[in-house]
């Protein structure tokens, strides 16, 4: 077959990504460790698909060596995973070590650059736990801050010296947005204000992780960086009609701005103060505060990007008994033709990456970012097994390839960004889907003991690693 190629930068991160409570099992954790997403399963154990979840995960806990080692096999230049912070104390209020998981955490970080993997670490992938969800409402909370800059104190102590890439959160708006906005999580709870009341509370968090991680001098004693993982969904208006505009810059605002703008540029747009005041959902804040979120912006972004968010103005009258969504300035259009992923129900849309260079480039001053995920779910895969057993995922490969190519051809234009990371490195379990979807380069077969085996898409991607080239198909080929 003819080919082109496109050159991928020497230094460009080519990683995947998990997370811990997605991955490591419940073995060795203490009853009093849940998180929020233990407590959900427990309480609500039939939504997740065929009852599978946490507890079980893929066992990485047990053998992160073997996974290392196949990491190493692909040629991984970076793994991100998070240090679930409900086992990582025994103590919340005191922030006292459980030195079992510290320990663990340490043999799994030592173990990634042992094999030459650079580590990327997340302090909060949806794990706050599940006592002060319960006790304090989560992160509506000022106190969790508190302790959760007591966290963060203890880990950036234990493995500062050797952990460059922090990340104080992986998209902090979406598990109030599932619970609170949306109300369709556990505990099933429709309130706008406390929705609000955990984006502000999240993006002070960062702040105030980012001014102790200073403090701490982690950047001067380790050339270490730290950022925030977001996941704004793109939005595409339905047309160039300024109702349909509008309707996409209020979906923006209220889903991208919302961590964007504090996060990198220190401020929120004063549109927002404006509509949040109209519908009568402020969040509590103070200029104090305030100035702690201008004053401690993040080193670099990472943006999980999958798919587009495509919207209309609203045809239908809102509901005034409905308390306040977002959903009162814009409805979801459904765009004839588009390309999708059945099985999870997503448009596939390359563009969306080269339009986020655009956009991080032209907006937010061409600041370090990177795409901290990206990748495909398809259920069933065993259906595409070869005789020698190996998945034969091709539909895997072309997404890769697809959203790669626009991200390079995004650098070429100028935008910053550093590097790709694919969601997942393995399959996982995933909120309710559990492992109905499987998004990995290594199949977890939950029927033989959760034996590990690459798929064709690894064999690919480290070849892309490798050659540092992206293959692309002529249009005779096409």
């Known amino acids: ?15 995947a990504a998990v997370s811990a409570w997605q991955t490591e099992g419940w073995s060795g954790k203490k009853e009093s460790q849940d998180s929020y997403l233990d407590l959900w399963y427990k309480e609500n154990k039939n939504v ?44 919340y209020e005191n922030a006292v070590v459980d030195e079992d998981y510290a320990a663990y955490i340490d043999e799994v970080i030592n173990e990634l650059i042992e094999q030459g993997i650079e580590p990327m670490i997340c302090l909060e992938h949806y794990e706050v736990p599940a006592v002060l969800f319960t006790e304090y409402g989560g992160w509506g909370s000022k106190h969790v801050i508190d302790l959760f800059e007591k966290y963060a104190r203890k880990v950036f102590e234990r493995y500062g010296d050797r952990v460059k890439h922090w990340f104080t959160f992986n998209e902090p708006i979406v598990v109030q947005t599932r619970v609170y906005l949306d109300a369709i999580r556990y505990p099933f709870e429709q309130n706008t204000g406390k929705w609000m009341q955990w984006n502000f509370n999240k993006a002070l ?64 747009p004063p549109e927002l103060f404006a ?34 968010h495509r919207v209309k103005a609203r045809e239908t009258k809102w509901n005034d008994e409905i308390p306040f969504h977002p959903k009162y300035y814009y409805e979801a259009f459904d765009l004839p033709g588009k390309k999708m992923n059945p099985y999870r129900g997503w448009e596939i849309y390359p563009p969306i990456m080269y339009d986020m260079a655009m956009r991080m480039k032209t907006e937010y001053g061409n600041k370090e970012w990177f795409i901290a995920e990206n990748g495909m779910g398809v259920e069933n895969e065993k259906r595409f097994k070869n005789e020698d057993n190996v998945i034969q995922d091709d539909y895997r490969i072309t997404f890769i390839r697809d959203h790669l190519a626009q991200l390079l051809k995004g650098i070429e234009a100028g935008s910053n960004c550093t590097g790709y990371m694919l969601w997942a490195y393995s399959d996982n379990v995933s909120p309710m889907n559990a492992f109905k979807n499987r998004y990995g380069l290594v199949e977890i077969d939950l029927e033989n003991n959760k034996k590990r085996a690459l798929k064709k898409s690894a064999y690919w991607f480290h070849d892309v690693i490798q050659t540092k080239k992206l293959r692309l198909p002529t249009e005779t080929d096409k």
């Not at 993982?229 to 009609?241: D, W």
């Open 275 to 308: 509509l949040l005041k109209e519908h009568n959902v402020t969040f509590d804040y103070n200029d104090e505060e305030l100035t702690i979120i201008k004053s401690h912006t993040v080193d670099y972004v990472g943006i999980n990007l999958y798919f587009p």
């Open 1 to 15: 077959m003819n080919t082109e190629s496109m050159k991928i930068p020497s230094d460009f991160i080519l990683g």
């Open 48 to 91: 997740w698909h065929n009852g599978y979840g946490p507890a079980g995960a893929t066992d990485f806990k047990n053998r992160y060596k073997e996974d290392i080692q196949l990491m190493k096999e692909i040629g991984l230049t970076h793994f991100r995973t998070s240090i679930n912070w409900s086992r990582f104390l025994l103590d």
């Open 205 to 268: 968090a960062t702040a105030r992780i980012v001014k102790l991680f200073k403090e701490m001098k982690l950047k001067e004693k380790n050339q270490a960086k730290i950022g925030v993982i977001l996941n704004p969904e793109l939005a595409y208006a339905r047309s160039t009609a300024p109702h349909d505009q509008y309707a996409a810059d209020m979906h923006d605002l209220f889903f991208n701005r919302m961590f964007l703008d504090p996060t990198i540029k220190g401020e929120y």
